[in-house]
């Protein structure tokens, strides 16, 4: 059983995952399951003791070390884990200092969890983030979703599970649905069109009604070339390269 974890203090965030769209078909199998774990749990004061004041001083509080240690061991016993259990984990923390998490990484993930051989363990942060020494004992590796500041980290999750979750084998109806999305190849989606053939006076291209299968190839991609140009030239100049 190919198993994902999710440390939060707010564990019903993620209540939806299961029953919707893509990625509840994801968590629908029958070798995939999920297991949130209230933080509050693992503190004696429940939500109370799950963070103290940072040393040093500073505005905020900061998630304690030993609450989130206590989390991981708990992963450790309901698995059944021995000494080297950390071998069999991959525990991923959200924070804004992390890498900008993109496709390549969800493709990793994807090939990551694929193999069955560890559990992903996320860990969402909150207040001014978490003990910096949990993190250099227990953190594989810290995403970030970009330049800007969440409440928390249960949104960043949420992306990068359902980001992943699309490339692991059998998730999508179509598998060559995910070929021709944004960012795969180095290009962003070309546009979109479907019924009515006229929408307030605007007509489909002729070219994706005229059955000729190697011109719509060629739009389609003279499309996504010109979109990406335009809308990302950051991404243009890698692929020109």
Request: contains cysteine; proline residues 4%; negative net charge.
């Amino acid at each position: 059983m190919k198993k994902i974890w999710i440390v939060s203090l707010f564990p019903d965030f993620f209540n939806s995952l299961k029953g919707n769209g893509v990625i509840g078909r994801f968590f629908q199998s029958d070798d995939v399951d999920l297991e949130c774990l209230y933080l509050g749990d693992y503190s004696a004061k429940s939500f109370k003791g799950v963070d103290e004041a940072p040393y040093g001083g500073g505005p905020g509080v900061v998630l304690r070390a030993d609450v989130l240690e206590k989390a991981i061991l708990d992963i450790k016993e309901k698995r059944n884990f021995g000494d080297d259990f950390k071998n069999k984990l991959k525990i991923i923390y959200t924070a804004p200092r992390g890498k900008v998490f993109n496709n390549t990484y969800a493709h990793e993930l994807a090939e990551d969890f694929s193999k069955g051989e560890k559990d992903l363990v996320f860990i969402c942060g909150r207040y001014e983030g978490i003990d910096e020494r949990f993190i250099s004992q227990y953190v594989d590796e810290i995403y970030s979703l970009g330049d800007f500041v969440l409440s928390g980290g249960e949104v960043a999750v949420m992306t990068i599970i359902d980001s992943f979750s699309r490339f692991v084998p059998g998730v999508l109806g179509n598998a060559d649905s995910a070929n021709d999305d944004s960012f795969e190849n180095g290009l962003i989606e070309g546009p979109q069109y479907t019924r009515p053939a006229i929408f307030n006076g605007e007509e489909v291209p002729s070219v994706l009604t005229s059955g000729n299968h190697a011109k719509i190839e060629e739009f389609r991609l003279q499309k996504r070339l010109e979109f990406t140009k335009k809308l990302r030239p950051d991404l243009f100049d890698k692929y020109s390269k």
